[in-house]
């Protein structure tokens, strides 16, 4: 069963520390990408990439950054963590083109 | 910006009645996805459509592209609790070279016994 693994399921971090949100594909994905998603305002993409070490910010990249050392392997980092990004973050991947999403459980973080 | 739009945001049905969201973008798509949510859950690959008027079907859901590739609806025949979640579409610019998904803010369904 192909699968889109996220590290945490829940994870409450405190304000200024620095988190780490895993993602990990089996599928052999090209493409992966890190979404938050926040009552009434749907999914926004954060940052994604296309190939190992390549990486391209999305809409909201503020305040994150992003890994990509692996082609399985896509890790979001919150550099200092605030409360306003408390939320839902979805990673997903796909093959390169034209091709639907394979979505993770997603990782509610809570930023206290 | 948001230039993937979807209407209604929620939508509450009696199970048995249809029901039907509707996503438009302001600029031309090269293909359009729609994706459900099951409540507490991740998003999860419904179909794709790529041509211009393309009407596909699974079981009680079509999905229609519209011709100008701007428009897309999801249309469920006689509901069932099992449909409720959330529905999202999602496109792909035309211009866009690397199929990177713009997706609308998707339509809450709630089915009534």
């Known amino acids: 069963d192909v699968k889109v693994t996220q590290s945490s399921r829940y994870l409450v971090k405190r304000t200024g520390e620095k988190v780490f949100l895993e993602c990990v594909q089996d599928?052999?994905?090209?493409?992966m990408f890190w979404y938050r998603q926040d009552p009434g305002l749907g999914l926004r993409l954060i940052y994604f990439?296309?190939?190992?070490?390549?990486?391209e910010k999305g809409d909201i990249p503020e305040g994150y950054s992003v890994s990509r050392e692996k082609k399985e392997r896509f890790s979001l980092i919150l550099e200092s963590a605030s409360t306003n990004q408390t939320s839902m973050y979805l990673c997903?991947?796909?093959?390169?083109?034209?091709?639907?999403?394979?979505f993770g459980s997603g990782t509610r973080l809570t930023v206290v | 910006g948001q230039q993937v739009m979807q209407i209604p945001q929620y939508q509450h049905v009696q199970e048995g009645e249809d029901f039907t969201t509707y996503c438009n973008s302001s600029?031309?798509?090269?293909?359009i996805q729609w994706y459900k949510q099951r409540p507490g859950g991740h998003p999860v690959f419904l179909i794709q459509?790529?041509?211009?008027?393309e009407v596909k079907k699974q079981k009680r859901l079509t999905f229609q592209f519209g011709e100008a590739k701007k428009n897309s609806s999801l249309h469920i025949t006689a509901t069932q609790t099992t449909d409720v979640g959330t529905y999202f579409c999602?496109?792909?610019?035309?211009?866009?070279?690397?199929?990177?998904?713009?997706f609308g803010q998707g339509t809450e369904l709630s089915v009534k016994p």
């Open positions: 997903a991947s796909s093959f390169r083109g034209n091709y639907g999403y394979t």
């Open positions: 599928m052999d994905h090209e493409n």
């Open positions: 990439s296309y190939d190992v070490k390549m990486k």
């Open positions: 600029t031309t798509l090269s293909n």
């Open positions: 459509l790529v041509k211009s008027g």
């Open positions: 999602a496109g792909v610019l035309i211009y866009n070279q690397g199929g990177k998904l713009i």
